[in-house]
Protein backbone atom coordinates (compact mmCIF):
# COMPACT_ATOMS: atom_id res chain seq x y z
CA UNK A 1 0.00 0.00 0.00
CA UNK A 2 1.19 3.22 -0.79
CA UNK A 3 2.38 5.79 2.20
CA UNK A 4 -0.94 7.48 3.07
CA UNK A 5 0.95 9.98 5.38
CA UNK A 6 -0.77 13.19 3.11
CA UNK A 7 -3.68 14.55 4.35
CA UNK A 8 -6.23 15.15 1.14
CA UNK A 9 -6.88 18.80 2.25
CA UNK A 10 -3.14 19.70 2.00
CA UNK A 11 -3.26 19.03 -1.77
CA UNK A 12 -6.08 21.00 -2.66
CA UNK A 13 -8.42 18.48 -3.91
CA UNK A 14 -8.54 20.08 -7.35
CA UNK A 15 -6.62 17.36 -8.58
CA UNK A 16 -8.76 14.88 -7.16
CA UNK A 17 -10.81 15.68 -9.55
CA UNK A 18 -14.20 16.17 -9.15
CA UNK A 19 -14.87 13.23 -6.48
CA UNK A 20 -13.21 15.40 -3.59
CA UNK A 21 -13.61 19.28 -4.20
CA UNK A 22 -12.98 20.72 -0.99
CA UNK A 23 -13.13 19.13 3.23
CA UNK A 24 -15.28 18.79 5.51
CA UNK A 25 -19.15 19.94 5.72
CA UNK A 26 -18.70 21.61 2.08
CA UNK A 27 -17.29 18.62 0.67
CA UNK A 28 -19.06 17.58 -2.51
CA UNK A 29 -19.26 14.11 -1.98
CA UNK A 30 -19.97 14.50 2.02
CA UNK A 31 -23.44 15.76 0.92
CA UNK A 32 -23.96 13.12 -1.80
CA UNK A 33 -23.27 10.40 1.24
CA UNK A 34 -25.24 12.10 3.93
CA UNK A 35 -27.90 11.58 0.95
CA UNK A 36 -27.44 7.91 0.99
CA UNK A 37 -26.91 7.49 4.30
CA UNK A 38 -23.28 7.10 3.85
CA UNK A 39 -20.41 8.71 6.07
CA UNK A 40 -19.29 12.57 5.74
CA UNK A 41 -15.55 13.36 5.24
CA UNK A 42 -13.24 15.39 7.68
CA UNK A 43 -9.61 16.74 6.98
CA UNK A 44 -8.11 13.76 8.26
CA UNK A 45 -9.42 11.49 5.29
CA UNK A 46 -7.55 10.14 2.61
CA UNK A 47 -8.44 9.23 -0.88
CA UNK A 48 -7.66 5.25 -1.81
CA UNK A 49 -8.71 2.84 -4.42
CA UNK A 50 -8.75 -0.79 -3.37
CA UNK A 51 -8.44 -3.55 -6.67
CA UNK A 52 -9.46 -6.68 -5.96
CA UNK A 53 -7.97 -9.92 -7.11
CA UNK A 54 -11.57 -11.92 -8.38
CA UNK A 55 -12.23 -10.83 -12.44
CA UNK A 56 -14.21 -12.55 -14.44
CA UNK A 57 -13.74 -14.12 -17.79
CA UNK A 58 -16.20 -12.75 -20.23
CA UNK A 59 -15.22 -14.14 -23.35
CA UNK A 60 -18.83 -15.71 -23.56
CA UNK A 61 -19.89 -12.05 -24.91
CA UNK A 62 -19.12 -12.31 -28.24
CA UNK A 63 -21.16 -15.16 -28.44
CA UNK A 64 -24.67 -13.90 -27.53
CA UNK A 65 -26.79 -12.54 -30.10
CA UNK A 66 -28.57 -8.61 -29.66
CA UNK A 67 -27.16 -5.68 -28.22
CA UNK A 68 -29.54 -5.89 -25.38
CA UNK A 69 -28.75 -10.04 -23.97
CA UNK A 70 -25.15 -8.97 -24.46
CA UNK A 71 -24.76 -6.08 -22.44
CA UNK A 72 -27.21 -7.70 -19.39
CA UNK A 73 -25.14 -10.37 -19.37
CA UNK A 74 -21.27 -8.71 -18.89
CA UNK A 75 -23.08 -6.06 -16.25
CA UNK A 76 -24.91 -8.90 -14.48
CA UNK A 77 -21.23 -10.53 -14.19
CA UNK A 78 -19.11 -7.35 -13.35
CA UNK A 79 -21.94 -6.55 -10.29
CA UNK A 80 -21.64 -10.23 -9.45
CA UNK A 81 -18.05 -10.46 -8.97
CA UNK A 82 -17.61 -7.31 -7.00
CA UNK A 83 -20.26 -7.68 -5.05
CA UNK A 84 -18.48 -11.17 -4.02
CA UNK A 85 -15.45 -9.83 -3.69
CA UNK A 86 -16.13 -6.17 -1.96
CA UNK A 87 -18.49 -7.16 0.45
CA UNK A 88 -15.94 -7.84 3.70
CA UNK A 89 -14.51 -3.93 2.24
CA UNK A 90 -17.68 -2.43 2.30
CA UNK A 91 -18.89 -3.72 5.75
CA UNK A 92 -15.16 -2.08 6.89
CA UNK A 93 -16.26 1.09 5.05
CA UNK A 94 -19.23 1.18 6.54
CA UNK A 95 -18.21 0.12 10.06
CA UNK A 96 -15.61 3.13 9.91
CA UNK A 97 -18.25 6.15 8.44
CA UNK A 98 -16.31 6.07 4.88
CA UNK A 99 -17.65 6.67 1.96
CA UNK A 100 -17.69 4.53 -0.84
CA UNK A 101 -18.46 4.10 -4.34
CA UNK A 102 -18.10 0.21 -6.13
CA UNK A 103 -16.81 0.46 -9.54
CA UNK A 104 -17.53 -2.73 -10.38
CA UNK A 105 -16.77 -2.37 -14.29
CA UNK A 106 -12.93 -3.09 -12.62
CA UNK A 107 -13.97 -4.86 -9.40
CA UNK A 108 -12.51 -1.85 -7.89
CA UNK A 109 -13.86 0.45 -4.50
CA UNK A 110 -13.00 4.24 -4.27
CA UNK A 111 -13.13 5.29 -1.01
CA UNK A 112 -12.58 8.28 1.64
CA UNK A 113 -11.63 7.95 5.53
CA UNK A 114 -9.02 7.54 7.76
CA UNK A 115 -5.54 6.18 6.52
CA UNK A 116 -5.93 3.13 9.39
CA UNK A 117 -8.66 2.18 6.92
CA UNK A 118 -6.46 1.92 3.88
CA UNK A 119 -4.14 -0.81 5.89
CA UNK A 120 -7.29 -2.84 7.19
CA UNK A 121 -8.73 -2.79 3.78
CA UNK A 122 -5.37 -4.02 2.23
CA UNK A 123 -5.35 -7.19 4.98
CA UNK A 124 -8.40 -8.65 3.40
CA UNK A 125 -8.14 -11.76 1.93
CA UNK A 126 -9.17 -11.30 -1.83
CA UNK A 127 -7.55 -7.96 -2.21
CA UNK A 128 -5.14 -7.10 -4.61
CA UNK A 129 -3.46 -4.12 -3.69
CA UNK A 130 -4.69 -0.88 -2.16
CA UNK A 131 -3.06 2.47 -2.95
CA UNK A 132 -3.49 6.45 -2.33
CA UNK A 133 -4.66 8.03 -5.59
CA UNK A 134 -1.77 9.63 -8.06
CA UNK A 135 -2.36 12.79 -10.00
CA UNK A 136 -1.62 12.11 -13.72
CA UNK A 137 -0.97 15.07 -16.13
CA UNK A 138 -3.56 15.90 -18.22
CA UNK A 139 -2.69 18.13 -21.27
CA UNK A 140 -4.40 20.90 -21.94
CA UNK A 141 -3.25 23.31 -24.18
CA UNK A 142 -4.62 27.07 -23.75
CA UNK A 143 -5.99 26.93 -27.17
CA UNK A 144 -6.50 30.45 -29.31
CA UNK A 145 -9.97 31.62 -30.17
CA UNK A 146 -11.35 32.07 -33.60
CA UNK A 147 -14.14 32.80 -35.76
CA UNK A 148 -16.64 30.64 -36.37
CA UNK A 149 -15.42 29.01 -39.66
CA UNK A 150 -17.92 29.18 -42.28
CA UNK A 151 -16.72 25.88 -44.34
CA UNK A 152 -15.41 22.47 -43.51
CA UNK A 153 -12.11 22.60 -42.18
CA UNK A 154 -9.04 21.64 -43.67
CA UNK A 155 -8.60 18.39 -41.63
CA UNK A 156 -11.80 16.99 -42.66
CA UNK A 157 -10.86 17.34 -46.22
CA UNK A 158 -7.64 15.91 -45.25
CA UNK A 159 -9.11 13.03 -44.18
CA UNK A 160 -11.82 13.27 -47.01
CA UNK A 161 -14.89 13.14 -45.02
CA UNK A 162 -16.81 15.11 -47.24
CA UNK A 163 -16.89 12.36 -49.70
CA UNK A 164 -18.42 10.40 -47.26
CA UNK A 165 -21.24 12.84 -46.58
CA UNK A 166 -21.93 13.01 -49.85
CA UNK A 167 -23.17 9.42 -50.47
CA UNK A 168 -25.30 9.69 -47.05
CA UNK A 169 -22.65 8.36 -44.55
CA UNK A 170 -22.45 11.19 -41.64
CA UNK A 171 -22.48 8.67 -38.66
CA UNK A 172 -26.46 8.76 -38.40
CA UNK A 173 -27.44 6.03 -35.77
CA UNK A 174 -24.15 6.14 -33.91
CA UNK A 175 -23.68 6.77 -30.37
CA UNK A 176 -20.53 8.25 -29.38
CA UNK A 177 -19.68 8.17 -25.41
CA UNK A 178 -17.11 11.14 -24.55
CA UNK A 179 -14.97 10.59 -21.92
CA UNK A 180 -13.26 13.92 -20.87
CA UNK A 181 -14.12 17.14 -18.91
CA UNK A 182 -17.51 17.17 -19.58
CA UNK A 183 -18.94 18.86 -23.10
CA UNK A 184 -20.76 22.20 -23.21
CA UNK A 185 -24.44 20.57 -24.62
CA UNK A 186 -25.64 24.51 -25.24
CA UNK A 187 -22.91 24.87 -27.92
CA UNK A 188 -24.44 25.39 -31.27
CA UNK A 189 -22.23 23.18 -33.15
CA UNK A 190 -23.03 20.26 -30.62
CA UNK A 191 -26.95 21.18 -29.27
CA UNK A 192 -28.86 19.15 -31.48
CA UNK A 193 -26.86 15.79 -31.81
CA UNK A 194 -26.96 15.48 -27.90
CA UNK A 195 -28.75 12.53 -27.34
CA UNK A 196 -31.08 14.17 -24.37
CA UNK A 197 -31.81 16.97 -27.25
CA UNK A 198 -35.28 16.85 -27.25
CA UNK A 199 -35.97 19.93 -29.70
CA UNK A 200 -35.44 23.70 -29.67
CA UNK A 201 -38.73 24.53 -26.87
CA UNK A 202 -38.61 20.86 -25.23
CA UNK A 203 -36.07 20.54 -21.67
CA UNK A 204 -33.63 18.24 -22.76
CA UNK A 205 -33.39 14.67 -20.91
CA UNK A 206 -30.35 14.45 -19.30
CA UNK A 207 -30.78 10.92 -17.19
CA UNK A 208 -28.49 7.90 -19.07
CA UNK A 209 -26.79 10.58 -21.59
CA UNK A 210 -25.08 12.43 -18.91
CA UNK A 211 -22.72 11.62 -16.06
CA UNK A 212 -20.96 13.31 -12.89
CA UNK A 213 -19.94 11.90 -9.92
CA UNK A 214 -20.84 14.49 -7.90
CA UNK A 215 -23.98 16.53 -7.52
CA UNK A 216 -22.90 20.03 -8.07
CA UNK A 217 -22.61 18.78 -11.99
CA UNK A 218 -25.25 16.61 -12.21
CA UNK A 219 -28.09 18.73 -13.07
CA UNK A 220 -26.84 18.85 -16.55
CA UNK A 221 -23.81 18.53 -19.00
CA UNK A 222 -20.99 21.11 -18.41
CA UNK A 223 -17.47 21.36 -18.93
CA UNK A 224 -15.46 22.17 -16.19
CA UNK A 225 -11.76 22.19 -18.45
CA UNK A 226 -12.94 22.92 -22.20
CA UNK A 227 -11.11 19.95 -23.40
CA UNK A 228 -14.58 18.32 -23.91
CA UNK A 229 -16.26 20.40 -26.03
CA UNK A 230 -13.10 20.42 -28.18
CA UNK A 231 -13.38 16.94 -28.70
CA UNK A 232 -17.07 16.58 -29.11
CA UNK A 233 -16.75 18.95 -31.98
CA UNK A 234 -13.64 17.13 -33.49
CA UNK A 235 -15.88 14.04 -34.24
CA UNK A 236 -19.46 15.35 -34.65
CA UNK A 237 -19.48 18.92 -34.65
CA UNK A 238 -21.57 20.88 -37.10
CA UNK A 239 -24.97 21.55 -36.97
CA UNK A 240 -26.08 24.72 -36.73
CA UNK A 241 -23.02 26.31 -37.92
CA UNK A 242 -23.59 28.65 -41.66
CA UNK A 243 -23.01 28.13 -45.20
CA UNK A 244 -22.67 24.34 -44.39
CA UNK A 245 -19.51 24.21 -42.39
CA UNK A 246 -18.72 21.26 -40.12
CA UNK A 247 -15.63 20.83 -37.69
CA UNK A 248 -16.92 17.27 -37.16
CA UNK A 249 -16.05 13.82 -39.14
CA UNK A 250 -19.63 12.92 -38.15
CA UNK A 251 -22.37 15.40 -38.13
CA UNK A 252 -24.80 12.94 -38.31
CA UNK A 253 -23.97 11.10 -35.13
CA UNK A 254 -25.05 11.81 -31.49
CA UNK A 255 -23.20 11.89 -28.27
CA UNK A 256 -23.06 11.62 -24.69
CA UNK A 257 -20.81 12.31 -21.89
CA UNK A 258 -19.15 11.86 -18.53
CA UNK A 259 -17.06 14.01 -16.78
CA UNK A 260 -13.83 11.86 -15.52
CA UNK A 261 -11.17 14.94 -15.84
CA UNK A 262 -10.71 17.66 -14.45
CA UNK A 263 -8.51 20.36 -16.34
CA UNK A 264 -5.37 18.95 -15.58
CA UNK A 265 -6.08 15.42 -14.57
CA UNK A 266 -7.28 12.58 -15.48
CA UNK A 267 -7.48 10.15 -12.11
CA UNK A 268 -8.72 6.88 -12.19
CA UNK A 269 -11.18 7.91 -9.13
CA UNK A 270 -12.70 10.68 -12.15
CA UNK A 271 -12.35 7.91 -15.46
CA UNK A 272 -13.57 4.92 -13.78
CA UNK A 273 -16.99 5.82 -13.03
CA UNK A 274 -17.16 7.83 -16.18
CA UNK A 275 -16.24 4.11 -18.36
CA UNK A 276 -18.59 2.12 -15.87
CA UNK A 277 -21.66 4.96 -16.60
CA UNK A 278 -20.55 4.24 -20.61
CA UNK A 279 -20.96 0.90 -19.94
CA UNK A 280 -24.39 0.71 -18.40
CA UNK A 281 -25.50 4.09 -18.54
CA UNK A 282 -27.58 5.45 -15.23
CA UNK A 283 -29.77 8.20 -14.26
CA UNK A 284 -28.27 11.38 -12.88
CA UNK A 285 -27.73 9.73 -9.21
CA UNK A 286 -26.13 6.30 -10.28
CA UNK A 287 -29.22 4.62 -10.49
CA UNK A 288 -31.16 2.16 -12.52
CA UNK A 289 -27.92 1.05 -15.11
CA UNK A 290 -29.41 0.42 -18.47
CA UNK A 291 -26.89 -1.04 -20.46
CA UNK A 292 -28.45 -1.56 -23.60
CA UNK A 293 -28.12 2.37 -23.67
CA UNK A 294 -24.45 2.36 -23.90
CA UNK A 295 -23.02 3.97 -26.89
CA UNK A 296 -21.35 1.85 -29.76
CA UNK A 297 -17.86 3.70 -29.39
CA UNK A 298 -15.77 5.71 -26.33
CA UNK A 299 -13.40 8.23 -27.19
CA UNK A 300 -10.81 9.16 -24.43
CA UNK A 301 -8.36 11.39 -25.35
CA UNK A 302 -7.03 11.04 -22.39
CA UNK A 303 -3.40 8.98 -21.27
CA UNK A 304 -1.78 7.65 -18.22
CA UNK A 305 1.61 7.96 -17.12
CA UNK A 306 1.64 4.15 -16.61
CA UNK A 307 -0.64 0.83 -17.15
CA UNK A 308 -3.42 0.23 -14.69
CA UNK A 309 -4.97 -3.48 -14.24
CA UNK A 310 -8.23 -1.62 -13.10
CA UNK A 311 -7.96 0.54 -16.22
CA UNK A 312 -7.56 -2.47 -18.54
CA UNK A 313 -10.25 -4.26 -16.77
CA UNK A 314 -12.63 -1.09 -17.94
CA UNK A 315 -11.88 -1.74 -21.56
CA UNK A 316 -11.75 -5.42 -21.80
CA UNK A 317 -15.12 -5.03 -20.12
CA UNK A 318 -16.36 -2.50 -22.75
CA UNK A 319 -14.64 -4.78 -25.42
CA UNK A 320 -16.98 -7.97 -24.08
CA UNK A 321 -19.70 -5.35 -24.41
CA UNK A 322 -19.07 -4.54 -28.35
CA UNK A 323 -18.39 -1.36 -27.51
CA UNK A 324 -15.06 0.52 -28.81
CA UNK A 325 -12.44 2.61 -26.60
CA UNK A 326 -10.42 4.81 -28.77
CA UNK A 327 -7.24 6.71 -27.14
CA UNK A 328 -5.23 8.93 -28.32
CA UNK A 329 -1.08 7.94 -27.91
CA UNK A 330 -0.05 11.20 -26.04
CA UNK A 331 2.18 14.03 -26.97
CA UNK A 332 5.40 13.24 -25.30
CA UNK A 333 7.24 12.31 -28.44
CA UNK A 334 9.63 12.06 -30.83
CA UNK A 335 11.43 9.38 -28.63
CA UNK A 336 10.71 6.20 -29.50
CA UNK A 337 8.77 4.83 -26.62
CA UNK A 338 6.65 8.02 -25.78
CA UNK A 339 3.05 6.22 -26.76
CA UNK A 340 1.34 6.60 -23.23
CA UNK A 341 -1.26 3.74 -21.99
CA UNK A 342 -3.74 2.56 -22.15
CA UNK A 343 -3.64 2.93 -26.54
CA UNK A 344 -1.25 0.47 -25.44
CA UNK A 345 -3.78 -2.04 -24.92
CA UNK A 346 -5.19 -5.20 -26.62
CA UNK A 347 -6.47 -5.22 -30.26
CA UNK A 348 -9.70 -3.87 -30.05
CA UNK A 349 -8.87 -0.45 -28.88
CA UNK A 350 -7.71 2.04 -31.12
CA UNK A 351 -4.91 4.04 -30.50
CA UNK A 352 -4.04 7.48 -32.70
CA UNK A 353 -1.43 9.57 -33.25
CA UNK A 354 -1.00 12.66 -35.12
CA UNK A 355 -0.25 14.25 -38.52
CA UNK A 356 0.51 17.53 -39.95
CA UNK A 357 -1.43 19.58 -42.61
CA UNK A 358 1.47 17.58 -44.81
CA UNK A 359 0.64 14.06 -43.59
CA UNK A 360 3.55 13.99 -41.60
CA UNK A 361 3.70 12.72 -38.09
CA UNK A 362 3.46 15.39 -35.69
CA UNK A 363 7.26 16.27 -33.43
CA UNK A 364 5.04 15.37 -30.19
CA UNK A 365 2.98 12.80 -31.27
CA UNK A 366 3.51 9.56 -28.52
CA UNK A 367 5.55 6.82 -30.81
CA UNK A 368 6.19 3.35 -30.15
CA UNK A 369 6.67 0.78 -28.75
CA UNK A 370 4.18 0.62 -25.97
CA UNK A 371 4.72 -1.01 -22.83
CA UNK A 372 5.70 -4.92 -23.41
CA UNK A 373 6.84 -3.81 -26.86
CA UNK A 374 3.55 -3.27 -27.78
CA UNK A 375 3.03 -1.40 -31.64
CA UNK A 376 1.71 1.78 -31.30
CA UNK A 377 -0.15 3.92 -32.58
CA UNK A 378 -2.82 2.09 -35.25
CA UNK A 379 -3.35 5.17 -36.94
CA UNK A 380 -2.79 8.80 -37.51
CA UNK A 381 -4.64 11.67 -38.04
CA UNK A 382 -4.91 15.38 -38.32
CA UNK A 383 -3.69 17.08 -35.55
CA UNK A 384 -1.96 20.63 -35.91
CA UNK A 385 -4.18 23.93 -36.11
CA UNK A 386 -7.66 21.93 -35.64
CA UNK A 387 -10.63 24.22 -35.28
CA UNK A 388 -13.38 23.12 -33.16
CA UNK A 389 -15.85 24.51 -30.39
CA UNK A 390 -14.28 25.47 -27.51
CA UNK A 391 -15.91 25.03 -23.86
CA UNK A 392 -18.49 28.28 -24.34
CA UNK A 393 -20.30 28.85 -27.61
CA UNK A 394 -17.34 29.98 -29.66
CA UNK A 395 -14.37 28.44 -31.52
CA UNK A 396 -10.78 27.30 -31.20
CA UNK A 397 -7.60 25.89 -32.53
CA UNK A 398 -5.90 23.53 -30.75
CA UNK A 399 -3.17 20.78 -31.88
CA UNK A 400 -2.53 17.50 -30.43
CA UNK A 401 -3.41 13.63 -31.04
CA UNK A 402 -6.51 14.68 -28.33
CA UNK A 403 -8.52 16.27 -31.68
CA UNK A 404 -6.65 13.30 -33.81
CA UNK A 405 -8.24 10.65 -31.87
CA UNK A 406 -11.55 12.85 -31.93
CA UNK A 407 -11.36 12.20 -35.57
CA UNK A 408 -10.91 8.68 -35.16
CA UNK A 409 -13.74 8.13 -33.04
CA UNK A 410 -15.79 10.12 -35.90
CA UNK A 411 -14.16 7.70 -38.62
CA UNK A 412 -15.48 4.64 -36.59
CA UNK A 413 -19.19 6.08 -36.37
CA UNK A 414 -19.38 6.67 -40.61
CA UNK A 415 -17.87 2.53 -40.41
CA UNK A 416 -20.60 1.48 -38.30
CA UNK A 417 -23.55 3.21 -40.47
CA UNK A 418 -22.41 2.23 -43.64
CA UNK A 419 -21.93 -1.28 -42.08
CA UNK A 420 -24.52 -1.90 -38.55
CA UNK A 421 -23.45 -5.76 -39.47
CA UNK A 422 -20.26 -4.31 -37.70
CA UNK A 423 -21.88 -3.00 -34.51
CA UNK A 424 -20.69 -4.95 -31.51
CA UNK A 425 -17.43 -6.05 -32.84
CA UNK A 426 -14.92 -3.42 -32.20
CA UNK A 427 -11.94 -5.91 -33.18
CA UNK A 428 -13.58 -5.70 -36.98
CA UNK A 429 -13.90 -1.96 -36.44
CA UNK A 430 -10.30 -1.76 -35.70
CA UNK A 431 -9.22 -3.72 -38.53
CA UNK A 432 -11.48 -1.59 -41.47
CA UNK A 433 -9.78 1.21 -39.63
CA UNK A 434 -6.23 0.20 -39.99
CA UNK A 435 -6.71 -1.07 -43.40
CA UNK A 436 -8.68 2.20 -44.42
CA UNK A 437 -5.53 4.65 -43.93
CA UNK A 438 -2.65 6.20 -46.73
CA UNK A 439 0.82 5.70 -45.58
CA UNK A 440 2.38 7.53 -42.76
CA UNK A 441 5.43 7.73 -40.57
CA UNK A 442 8.76 5.83 -40.67
CA UNK A 443 10.15 2.68 -39.37
CA UNK A 444 12.82 4.26 -37.24
CA UNK A 445 11.37 3.35 -34.36
CA UNK A 446 10.51 -0.16 -35.36
CA UNK A 447 7.99 -1.95 -37.94
CA UNK A 448 5.68 -4.91 -37.45
CA UNK A 449 3.36 -6.86 -39.60
CA UNK A 450 6.27 -7.22 -42.49
CA UNK A 451 6.57 -3.51 -42.40
CA UNK A 452 2.58 -2.39 -43.03
CA UNK A 453 2.82 -0.75 -39.29
CA UNK A 454 5.09 1.36 -38.09
CA UNK A 455 5.92 2.82 -34.52
CA UNK A 456 5.49 6.94 -35.18
CA UNK A 457 2.68 6.23 -38.04
CA UNK A 458 0.72 3.01 -37.09
CA UNK A 459 -0.74 1.87 -40.13
CA UNK A 460 -0.98 5.11 -41.96
CA UNK A 461 -3.63 8.24 -41.62
CA UNK A 462 -7.38 7.55 -41.84
CA UNK A 463 -8.92 8.29 -44.88
CA UNK A 464 -12.95 8.22 -45.25
CA UNK A 465 -13.54 6.29 -48.45
CA UNK A 466 -10.60 3.68 -47.88
CA UNK A 467 -12.06 3.30 -44.22
CA UNK A 468 -15.27 2.62 -45.97
CA UNK A 469 -14.59 0.17 -48.24
CA UNK A 470 -11.81 -1.52 -46.08
CA UNK A 471 -15.56 -2.10 -43.54
CA UNK A 472 -17.43 -3.68 -46.92
CA UNK A 473 -14.73 -5.86 -47.77
CA UNK A 474 -14.75 -7.01 -43.30
CA UNK A 475 -18.55 -7.12 -43.17
CA UNK A 476 -18.66 -9.51 -46.43
CA UNK A 477 -15.86 -11.32 -44.69
CA UNK A 478 -17.52 -11.85 -41.75
CA UNK A 479 -20.99 -12.58 -43.34
CA UNK A 480 -19.25 -15.12 -45.73
CA UNK A 481 -17.24 -16.76 -42.27
CA UNK A 482 -20.88 -17.14 -40.73
CA UNK A 483 -22.13 -18.66 -43.66
CA UNK A 484 -19.54 -21.39 -44.00
CA UNK A 485 -18.70 -19.97 -47.16
CA UNK A 486 -15.04 -18.97 -48.26
CA UNK A 487 -14.34 -15.38 -48.97
CA UNK A 488 -11.88 -14.37 -51.65
Known amino acids: MADPTTKICATALTV ?23 GRLTARDRLFIAEFDAFPNLDAASEIRGWNARGSWVVSKLQATAAHSQRKAIALAKQSGAVYRSEWIANSLIFAGEGKLGGQIASLPGVNRVWREPFPSFELGAPSTVAAPQQVIAPLRQLDAPTAWENGITGKGVTIGVVDTGVNALHPALRSRYRGYRGANEPAEHDYNWFAPITRFQRGPVDVGGHGTQIAGSILGGTGLRGGAAVGVAPGAEWIAAAGCSGNSCPLAGVLPAL ?31 KDLALERAIRALEAAGVLPIFAVGNEGPACGSARSPGASPDDVLSVG ?31 DVVSSEGRTGYASADGTSSAAAFAAGMAALVLQAEPTLRGNPAAVVRALRSGTTKAGSGACGATDGGRRNNSGGYGQLNAPLALAAARREAARLTAARSGTISQ
Open 16 to 38: LLLILAGCGTNNPISSDAAKSGQ
Open 276 to 306: QFMLAPTDRQRREPRPELRPEIVANSWQRGS
Open 354 to 384: AVDRSGQVTRSSGRGPGPNDAPEPDVVAPGV
